[in-house]
């Protein structure tokens, strides 16, 4: 189970990302298409263009670091927004299809 702390944000890449490309060209796309700080301590996921692997980014205050998962059969369902929580990358990571998940209405602090 991932454990991380609610100031933690996850943003997901849109679209197939070469997977082959290293810590710093993912980095480099972190800044430039996610428009995002990579030294930020938040997650950034990137998926493969058949969706059977996911790499997940991370800055832990000394380096990168690099979740890599590769299925041996099915994919992995790609989100919808650019920002999700770390609940629905928990779901992805574990095959559970996003899209069919309802989420009971709980009440939330507003934001100000």
Known sequence: MLS???SVRVFAARGA???RKSFDALAAITREVLRQDP???HLFV???RRKDRIKVLYWDRVGFC???KR??????EAPEAEQIDVGTLLQMLE???ISS???KKWYRRASG
Request: hydrophobic content about 45%; proline content about 7%; overall charge negative.
């Open 4 to 6: 991380l702390p609610p």
């Open 39 to 41: 030294l930020s301590g």
């Open 66 to 68: 690099l979740f890599y």
């Open 101 to 103: 998940v309802r989420r």
């Open 46 to 48: 990137f998926l493969n």
């Open 71 to 76: 299925l041996e059969a099915g994919s992995f």
């Open 95 to 97: 095959g559970i299809e």
């Open 17 to 19: 990302t070469d997977l």
